[in-house]
């Protein structure tokens, strides 16, 4: 019998106990601030790894000429580009797995107190191996000199084209080169009070999953033309602008779009007394239109 940390323990318990300790102890770190260790813990995120090692990729790209501006993404973007995508079979399923086709989505751009690049991360993820949805206001920021992606795995693209865009729907496809990875897969319309988990970058905080169900759906004003829209319980703020609402089967059924803070009191652009903040999403039914699935 052998006693740790004044618990006594036969053999058994011990050979357990040590097993476990060495496993937790048995952790790598990927490129680009993501740790991972054994198949029963989760990734470690680092956000201030993840976000250097995006900059560096992007300022490396960047001053090669390797890019396609956003000048000219823009420019297809206004065409508003229809076409019916042949996209190949997603993948629902845990959080763990399905974040791995979830993307940051950053402008690249320079700011007026320094000469180097900076990145500004929104959300996006994959539909297909190089194809990568997110809101139509993230591409269209003329003050972004070009469009970056960061995959989970660290590896660091530069976006080539626009492939189908509504701005009534606010949504975006865009290419990128192949990844290799297996796409989310597409759901059915969410009925109201399911519930729903969405995984985006809030403020820099990447990878975070937060949880709630569907609010309602209801109409709203998108390119001065009504339009329907679904909104959520589940918390997301800047950043999280083109992050998948998932059901319980890890199936997309929604993007996030946009946030509305209702206060109680509002007096000549004076606001007080937050008291909501409701979380604004396009329905999957919107993106199955524009990409013909």
């Known amino acids: 019998m052998t006693y740790i940390a004044g618990v006594k323990m036969d053999l058994a318990q011990w050979c357990i106990l040590f097993l476990a300790l060495s496993v937790a102890g048995c952790t790598s770190t990927k490129p680009g601030g993501v740790q991972s260790s054994d198949a029963a813990k989760p990734a470690v995120i680092n956000d201030r790894a993840i976000i250097g090692q995006m900059t560096r990729e992007a300022t490396r790209m960047m001053d090669s000429d390797e890019t396609v501006s956003m000048e000219s993404l823009i420019k297809q973007l206004k065409k508003e580009p229809r076409a019916k995508l042949g996209l190949p079979a997603g993948k629902g399923g845990r959080a763990e797995e399905v974040q791995k086709a979830i993307a940051v989505v950053g402008g690249v751009y320079k700011c007026k107190r320094c000469t180097r690049w900076h990145v500004a991360p929104a959300s996006g993820f994959l539909i297909a191996e190089d194809l990568l949805v997110t809101n139509y206001h993230v591409v269209n ?153």
Do not use: W
């Open 141 to 293: 920021q003329p003050e972004r000199s070009a469009l970056a992606v960061r995959l989970f795995d660290g590896r660091v693209f530069m976006v080539e084209s626009v492939v189908v865009a509504s701005e009534r729907y606010d949504l975006a496809v865009v290419r990128i080169p192949n990844t290799g990875i297996t796409p989310v897969a597409l759901g059915q319309a969410a009925p109201v009070g399911a519930k729903v988990d969405l995984i985006s970058h809030p403020n820099q905080n990447f990878y975070t999953l937060s949880e709630g169900r569907v609010a309602r759906y209801f109409m709203t004003q998108r390119d001065k033309k009504t339009v329907p829209a679904m909104a959520i319980t589940a918390d997301f703020g800047r950043g999280s602008s083109g992050a998948p609402v998932l059901n319980e089967a890890g199936e997309v059924v929604g993007i996030a779009a946009s946030t509305e803070s209702l206060y109680y009191t509002e007096d000549d652009g004076d606001q007080k007394n937050l008291q909501m903040v409701f979380k604004n999403c396009v329905p999957v039914s919107q993106l199955r239109e524009l990409i013909g699935g």
